[in-house]
């Protein structure tokens, strides 16, 4: 196990082999359980069988206590239970640390919600679909069409119209599962990024897909900057006050950023008033370096931080020892996705410093925030 966990890259306090291993185990128990004790015959088929029982034309039996497929996809609260449980089933799984598939688990989890939405429909509109009174042509393009969308909307893709096209071949279907589509993808985008750019964001990992696949990454920074930031900036001529008051706004801030789900900056600018409310940015520093800066400075008097980072900087003997570090500059008006693309060009964590014109500031945009708000 450590050799193995040494090959992944794991320490000693991090994710063990052992933990997933049982956590395998664990979901390969439930779902034996889950088949064995579920109440649904259903749940003992695969995905690919799954599938094919519920796109297919269901007659129902007149067999009493007939417990096939077709009597459990006619009734309402068989096909609601085994949503749920497979619901739960899949989220799970897809939360397992393994790689793992999308595509089928979502095209089953949308065909057993056209399912019961079938199942569900009013007597007079199954009646007006199918005056003949065989209404599961209708239920099972339910299921095709519900499937479909539900899978493009959790993976943000349109070519799944054509592979589900291509399979079951029905002319028809075509305008229903392309509209069902686009409307499911544009309602996805209004509530949040598509499942794999989910991970990507919980795992914090730079792509700009998932920039790409929302309208408000193309919104200015300036709509998205927390003003309340601005306090946590640092007088370049500043005094012991200054300080304390740094450290009151920075405890303050803290759970309100966390409660709207803002990240802390993790350098804050050092800033010269030049006129009544107009900040011009000096430099920016980390809060290790500003308690280094606080213990320097004069006790009765204003210490000019910059002249005091450089004169302690000329000191150091280490070539990464720094005290001042180099903040990225944008432009309010600049859109979310582009300063994204900076920001991964510069290949710098830290926070973004708005600016207008040549160094005036006018809002603090953490490196961490701009995926979410760009996605969110």
């Given at each position: 196990?450590?050799?193995?966990?040494?090959?992944?890259g794991?320490?000693?306090?991090g994710n063990t082999?052992?933990r997933?291993?049982?956590?395998?185990?664990?979901?390969?128990?439930?779902g034996s359980?889950?088949?064995?004790?579920?109440g649904?015959a259903?749940?003992?088929?695969g995905?690919?069988?799954?599938?094919?029982?519920?796109?297919?034309k269901?007659?129902?039996?007149?067999?009493?206590g007939?417990?096939?497929?077709a009597?459990?996809?006619?009734?309402p609260?068989?096909?609601?239970q085994?949503?749920?449980m497979?619901?739960?089933?899949?989220?799970?799984?897809?939360?397992?640390?393994?790689p793992?598939g999308v595509?089928?688990?979502?095209?089953?989890?949308?065909?057993l919600?056209?399912?019961?939405?079938?199942?569900n429909?009013?007597?007079f509109?199954q009646?007006?679909?199918?005056?003949d009174g065989?209404?599961?042509?209708?239920?099972?393009r339910?299921?095709?069409?519900?499937?479909?969308?539900?899978?493009g909307?959790?993976?943000?893709?349109?070519?799944?119209?054509v592979?589900?096209?291509?399979l079951?071949?029905?002319?028809?279907?075509?305008?229903?599962l392309?509209?069902?589509?686009i409307?499911?993808?544009?309602?996805?985008?209004?509530?949040?990024p598509?499942i794999?750019d989910?991970?990507l964001?919980?795992?914090?990992i730079?792509a700009m897909?998932t920039?790409?696949?929302?309208?408000?990454?193309?919104?200015?920074?300036s709509?998205?900057?927390?003003p309340?930031l601005?306090?946590?900036t640092?007088p370049?001529?500043?005094?012991?006050s200054d300080?304390a008051?740094?450290?009151?706004a920075?405890?303050?801030?803290?759970?309100?950023?966390?409660?709207?789900?803002?990240?802390?900056?993790?350098?804050?600018?050092?800033?010269?008033?030049?006129d009544?409310?107009v900040l011009?940015i000096?430099?920016?520093?980390?809060e290790?370096?500003?308690?280094?800066l606080?213990?320097k400075?004069?006790?009765?008097?204003?210490?000019?931080?910059i002249?005091l980072?450089?004169?302690?900087?000329?000191k150091m003997?280490?070539?990464d020892?720094h005290?001042?570090?180099?903040?990225?500059?944008?432009n309010?008006n600049?859109?979310?996705k582009q300063?994204y693309i900076?920001?991964?060009?510069?290949?710098?964590?830290?926070?973004?410093?708005?600016?207008e014109?040549?160094?005036?500031?006018?809002?603090?945009?953490?490196?961490?925030?701009?995926?979410?708000?760009?996605?969110?």
């Amino acid at each position: 196990v450590q050799h193995v966990n040494r090959l992944r890259g794991i320490g000693k306090g991090g994710n063990t082999l052992l933990r997933d291993l049982l956590i395998f185990l664990l979901m390969a128990v439930v779902g034996s359980l889950l088949q064995i004790y579920g109440g649904s015959a259903l749940l003992t088929l695969g995905a690919g069988p799954m599938l094919t029982e519920l796109f297919s034309k269901q007659n129902m039996p007149d067999i009493e206590g007939d417990h096939s497929f077709a009597v459990q996809l006619h009734d309402p609260k068989c096909v609601l239970q085994l949503f749920l449980m497979k619901s739960l089933y899949t989220l799970v799984a897809l939360s397992l640390p393994i790689p793992a598939g999308v595509v089928a688990p979502s095209l089953v989890m949308g065909g057993l919600v056209g399912r019961l939405l079938a199942t569900n429909m009013p007597d007079f509109i199954q009646t007006f679909l199918a005056p003949d009174g065989d209404f599961s042509f209708y239920a099972a393009r339910f299921a095709i069409v519900g499937g479909t969308a539900f899978c493009g909307s959790v993976c943000r893709v349109h070519s799944v119209v054509v592979t589900v096209f291509e399979l079951i071949a029905v002319p028809r279907l075509i305008l229903p599962l392309m509209l069902a589509t686009i409307a499911a993808n544009y309602c996805g985008n209004k509530v949040g990024p598509s499942i794999f750019d989910s991970i990507l964001l919980m795992k914090k990992i730079p792509a700009m897909p998932t920039l790409r696949a929302s309208f408000k990454a193309l919104q200015p920074v300036s709509d998205v900057l927390d003003p309340e930031l601005l306090r946590l900036t640092v007088p370049r001529h500043a005094e012991k006050s200054d300080f304390a008051r740094f450290k009151e706004a920075k405890e303050e801030l803290g759970p309100a950023l966390t409660k709207k789900g803002r990240n802390m900056p993790i350098y804050f600018p050092i800033v010269e008033e030049i006129d009544e409310g107009v900040l011009t940015i000096c430099g920016s520093v980390t809060e290790h370096s500003l308690r280094r800066l606080e213990r320097k400075c004069e006790k009765d008097s204003a210490t000019d931080l910059i002249a005091l980072a450089l004169k302690l900087e000329a000191k150091m003997t280490e070539i990464d020892d720094h005290i001042l570090e180099e903040p990225l500059y944008v432009n309010p008006n600049t859109s979310l996705k582009q300063a994204y693309i900076e920001a991964q060009a510069s290949k710098r964590d830290g926070p973004m410093m708005v600016v207008e014109g040549c160094c005036k500031l006018v809002g603090i945009l953490p490196h961490r925030d701009l995926l979410n708000l760009a996605a969110s």
